[in-house]
């Protein structure tokens, strides 16, 4: 069984950062992606970025040069969203998903959440 924590979210003044994290943990599982979505009050959640194991790093035109989506070089299985430059409009719930393979079959999780509210 897979588990994701996710962790960072808060308050933050327009044009401030704020570094969201997500840490799939479990066993015999191998992750073939992670990535974040949002939804804001009102809208569809949608995907802000993505990193494929092995595969190039996807961004959201709207997140596009202000958000980096990493892996944390230290902690297996553990990705970090940096996000700069923030705007009111990035006022959201963000999730946490993760792609896995455990026993030949495919599964995708959820994390739990996390606010980020930018404030003008």
């Known amino acids: 069984q897979v588990q994701l924590v996710e962790s960072g979210g808060g308050l933050v003044q327009a044009g401030g950062s704020l570094r969201l994290s997500c840490a799939a943990s479990g066993s015999d599982y191998s992750i073939n992606a992670m990535g974040w979505y949002r939804q804001a009050p009102g809208k569809q959640r949608e995907l802000v970025a993505l990193i494929p194991t092995g595969g190039s790093t996807y961004y959201a035109d709207s997140v596009k040069g202000r958000f980096t989506i990493s892996r944390d070089n230290s902690a297996k299985n553990t990705v970090h969203l940096q996000m700069n430059s923030l705007k009111p409009e990035d006022t959201a719930v963000y999730y946490c998903?993760?792609?896995?393979?455990?026993?030949?079959?495919?599964?995708?999780?959820w994390g739990q959440g996390t606010q980020v509210t930018v404030s003008s």
């Open positions: 998903k993760t792609q896995y393979r455990s026993s030949y079959w495919d599964y995708e999780l």
